[in-house]
């Protein structure tokens, strides 16, 4: 006879036990995960209701409410800058925090910085950040899986 596993309550399934305010406790296993295989998924971050404030930002951003220079605001498929961005098959903004300095220190921000503790130790900061929005069933909206820095 084998055991049924035991049902998993909401609060863990959607990462909600996990959730500490600043912190996001990351589980052993996820951790031997990450050291296999170099990335983990980590579920429940953040709530729907604790990105509102990402979300809104995202929105003002790409919107225009918020005032973004020069090449900062762009097309990531082509550099085109400066024109109507509903062309753009990619919308790239560089270093959204200078422009929002409200974004600086958010409870994301917080609990990456507790994630990258756990998965990587001590030291971990901030060194850019960026905002990217792919239009809907555009053939060069491409953004392949990569990795922009070795470490």
């Known amino acids: 006879m084998t055991k049924a596993k035991p049902a998993q309550s909401a609060a863990s399934s959607d990462g909600s036990a996990r959730r500490l305010g600043d912190e996001y406790i990351v589980s052993a296993d996820e951790l031997a995960r990450f050291k296999r295989d170099g990335y983990v998924h980590l579920r429940g971050v953040m709530s729907e209701s604790e990105m509102k404030v990402i979300d809104d930002a995202y929105d003002a951003f790409l919107d225009r409410r918020i005032s973004v220079e020069g090449r900062d605001f762009n097309d990531m498929t082509t550099g085109e800058f400066g024109t109507d961005p509903a062309n753009y098959a990619i919308v790239n903004v560089m270093l959204p925090r200078k422009y929002l300095p409200s974004l ?11 994630i990258a503790k756990q998965l990587c130790g001590d030291g971990m900061v901030i060194d850019f950040d960026q905002l990217l929005a792919k239009q809907p069933f555009r053939n060069d909206a491409v953004f392949a899986w990569h990795q922009d820095q070795a470490y």
């Open 104 to 114: 600086q220190g958010n409870l994301f921000e917080r609990r990456a910085a507790s």
